[in-house]
């Protein structure tokens, strides 16, 4: 890597030489400048990662220079301060200094301050820098990628919602990270060793919806071969996450309700009384309250779910996350790929800034993995990301999803067999001539993957 460049500016020649010593040692390039005005110039020619800078300069005044430095869009300017200065301190600090150092200077404190002023350039990363990738860091899957202020409201929330065990609504658009944040509130809970249940009320329908969530008892309806348990048994003390909770049938609304009143429910099919204390996180992608007003959502059921809210700012509404979560998405791509991208061009980051993500993370997800598999080389460019934004690249398709999901070959036989019944309204005859199977092949596999639910015709 590329030493990081540090330009001091102060009239005191022993301390210059004291701090230039000291940080070439520490593998810096150091420049330094005896006043204000060799200090500009230097800034131009040199190009600091970093500035530290006295504030009390034989030939300008200090504070100018710092906001002359400040105007030419360097942030990273560390002031050199006397005790006494507090007052010029406060006012440099407020003009946009990064942090201080009072004199006489400890070189392990400025050390730290420094590192910590090249961190926060990684961070708020503006267009000007390509984007590195060290496949050799491990990354950590799971975890929830961001510095920007709304990212850290949801750091916040996750922390306090992971001590109790409230009902939590999520909501945001889609791709923005619901799923993520449902399982990092379980994973920093007490009862992380429990069950995660998630469930998506729109990909299943009707009864078998009712039974994927409470069970059945054997023969409660055509087709219900044996006794199932349901995710509202299986999470124990654990989650259970219900993934678009807006498509949840009026009928189901009710007894969800009830459940998150008197913590019980029956199995379909059943009378027998059964307890379970999992705790509910709920997502949406929807106006939930808009639903309420319309009649399509019950209201008392809204307000039990809505006892926490977690609000998922859209990726474009926190475009300084970007980078970061380019450089993470990279990596995972790396690891689970077997490709090795080594950067991305700074051109190719400003596209991706300057784009909106409707799809947010998981439509910055798509693009990446797109680009990395038909990329050559290391180094991801422009003209490579710019012909993808605004694709719709359907996630289905899309390679890191099933290896997220880890699928084999009969969970998505089991899937399709479900979509296919689904879209026929489990009318098998129609399934048969979709799937193009004969139908004791058909219930056949229905057995084996103990699918069960509505049928119109056997
Ligand atoms: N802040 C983040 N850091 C790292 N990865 C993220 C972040 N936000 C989202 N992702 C990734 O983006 C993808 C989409 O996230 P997730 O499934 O949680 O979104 P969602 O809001 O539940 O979407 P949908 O509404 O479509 O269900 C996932 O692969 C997830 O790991
Ligand atoms: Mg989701």
Redesign the pocket.
Known sequence: MKAKRILIIDDERSLLETLEMFLTEKGYSVRCALSGKEGLKQCSLFDPHVIILDIRLPDRDGLEVLQELIQNDKKNIIIITAFHDMDITIKAVKLGAFDYIPKPIDVEELDRVIDKALKSLSLGRTVEEDVCIDPSLSYL??????KSKG?KEIFKAIGILSENRVTVL?E????????????AIHCNSPYREEPFQAI?CSTIVGTLLESELFGHEKGAFTGAFGLKRGKFELAGHGTIFL??VDDLPLTLQSKILRFLQEKEFERLGGEKKIKSNARVIA?T?KDLWKMVKEGTFREDLFYRLNVANIK?PPLRERKS?IPL?VE??LRKISQELSKSIKKVEKEALKRMIEYDWP????E??NVLTNVALNTPGEVILEEAIAPLLGQKLNIHQNP??LL?KKQNLKDIEKEHILEVLNHTQWHLGKACQILGVSRPTLRHKLKAYEISGDRKTI
């Not at 799809?359 to 998981?362: A, P």
């Open positions: 899957s799971g975890k929830i990628i961001g990212i999520i945001g658009e889609t791709g923005t990270g619901k799923e993520l944040i449902a399982r998506n993934d678009e997502a992608n998922v996350d979560l993470y998405i799809g947010n993370v998981r910055l997800e890191i999803y997220n």
